[in-house]
Structures are given as C-alpha cells and as structure tokens.
C-alpha cells in the first residue's frame, strides 16, 4: 500500500462508468470536471457498458482520456472493475457519469491517504435538481436521489461505508476482494448497494478503515423523474431488498448496524423536525416531510421484508477480475 506521506494526485487515476447516449452532455461534464482538476489525476479512465454507439463516439472526442468498452457482463460493477484493470496507479477514484467533481475534488479525496490505515475515502455529494427541488422531500433521505445526506458527519470521519459515486481507494485493496461484485448493482432499473459491500468486504478482507471526507463535493443530477413521490417510494423499497440481500451474501459480516442507527436516530429527529415546522411556524410542509419519512421507512421495511421471503439471488460471492473489453488510448 502507499506509504504515509507518499500521496499525490498524480498518483490517481479516474474512472467513469457510462452506458447510456442519453446522458451525453452529462458524461462530458463529468470527464472534463475530471480532467479539470488541479492538479490533474494521472489517468481519466472512462468505461462504456455495452453501448457501442457511445463508445465510437467518445472515441471521436479529443479529450486526453482512456476509452474503453465493456462487451461482458452489463452493469456498473462490471464496468468499473474493467477500468480498474487499465489503471497503474496506486490509488483509484470513482465518479459518476452524470455527477460533476467541484474544483479541488480530488486533492481533498486523497489527502487521508497519507495515512496508511485508510484504505478508501468517499466526498459529500449534493443533490443538482433539474426543476424545482420537491417542497415534501426530506433532507434525512437524499440518499434515495444518490446524494449526501442529513445526519451524515459534517466533518472527516471514520466511517463503515462510503458510495461509489465519489470514492477513492487504495488499488492493493481493490484487488485484495477483486473489485466490485459482479451481478450485484445497478443494471438498469435495478439498484443494490454494490458500494457498501464492497467497502464492507475490503475492510474484512484487509483491515484498516474508510474516511468519510465531506468537503471533497461532487454535484450528482437529479432528474426531473426522480422527484416524484412514487420514485421516492419505489427507492426506498429497492433500497429495503437490496439491503438484506447484501446481508446475506456478507454472512457474519453483514451487519446492518449502520442502518439500525439510522433508523433509530437520523428518522426519528427528522420527524421531530418536521412536525416542528408545523407547529411552530405553522407551515403544513413540516407535516407532509415528517409524513414522507415515515412513509419512505415503511416502503424500505416492506422491502427488506420482501427480500427476506423470497430469498432473491445476487449474483456470484467470489468472482475474480477478468480481462475483457476493447482499448483506446
């Protein structure tokens, strides 16, 4: 692992996974955010999921990046795993393709590393709204719109888990559980916490710790779909499933302990505090978030129930990293 002391951007390499042409304009925001940054990570690596289209495309874009194409397995895990295969750097960040990294991104991502029982550190992601940021939804849940959080710490902690939408973490480590778990993820309209199991399975795997860095910002899309309340119900169902299914694949070490504390203090206080807005400045929209909690918890617990009868399957435990995919520099 790198040696405390011995940590520079040019060190890093970024990867991008990418799949879809509708998300154009947002993937070139994403590499150039990227590339833009001061000093600038060694690699920007980006990695299309079985779209051909997309990938001849970014191929035709001048911009100083890998492009490689992902024939194998669909999905995002897959995906950043082949980038991972490319990068020759001992550390390697994560970025989303429709997420903009803020300047000095990566110099604060990196900055734990130089000590050397971090193994991985993930930023503060801000929620970007395409149209009006919905009066009923609850800050307690931003999660489900893939951004940071209330009742996250507001300063660098140690943490169980960080989200791989704005991650880093040390290639040895990476390579010590074989990445991402294949078949386990988002693929489509399917999302588990492929993210929190592989921090879980790299911390068991090789000790040390994760370090949550809140000022490392990252600005993640929110499309305008994604701010219904039927998006919001069905999220936290998905979240409820995909949750106890990464439980069992873990064993002994899928502890939800994380989420227990969420659900005992983090909602709670979210409640208390939105139906003090109603009570005490009269404001009905104190009601309706205080509601939404409650709802959101009770559609993650239906969920959770679910998975737990049904017994779903998530895909191979162990699979190895494979090379597969096409390159161009």
Known sequence: MTPAGDVSVGDVSVVIACH???RWSHTIAAIDSALGQQPRPRHVIVVVDNNIELYDRL??????????????ERGASATRNLGVEYAVTSLVAFLDDD????????LR?????VDPSVIGTGGGIAPAWEGTVPA??????????GASYRGMPRTPQRVRNVWSGNMAV????????????RGFGKLGNTSRPEDTDFCIRV?????????YVPDAWVDHRVPQERGTFRFFVRRCYAEGRGKIAMSRLLGSDGSLGTEGDYLRRTLPSGVRRGLS?????GELIGVARAGAIVVGAGASAVGAGRELLTGGVAGPSRDRLRPHGEAAA
């Open 170 to 181: 040390r290639r040895a480590a990476f390579d010590a559980v074989a990445g991402f778990r």
């Open 20 to 22: 879809s042409m509708d």
């Open 109 to 113: 991502l990196i900055a734990p590393f």
């Open 59 to 72: 191929l035709t874009e001048s911009r100083d990046m890998i492009v490689l194409h992902n024939t194998g």
């Open 203 to 211: 911390t068991t795997a090789v000790g040390g710790s994760w370090m």
């Open 136 to 145: 009923w939804f609850p800050s307690e849940f931003g999660w489900a719109v």
């Open 277 to 281: 807005i109603a009570v005490r400045r």
């Open 99 to 106: 997420a903009v990294a803020r300047p000095g991104w990566l």
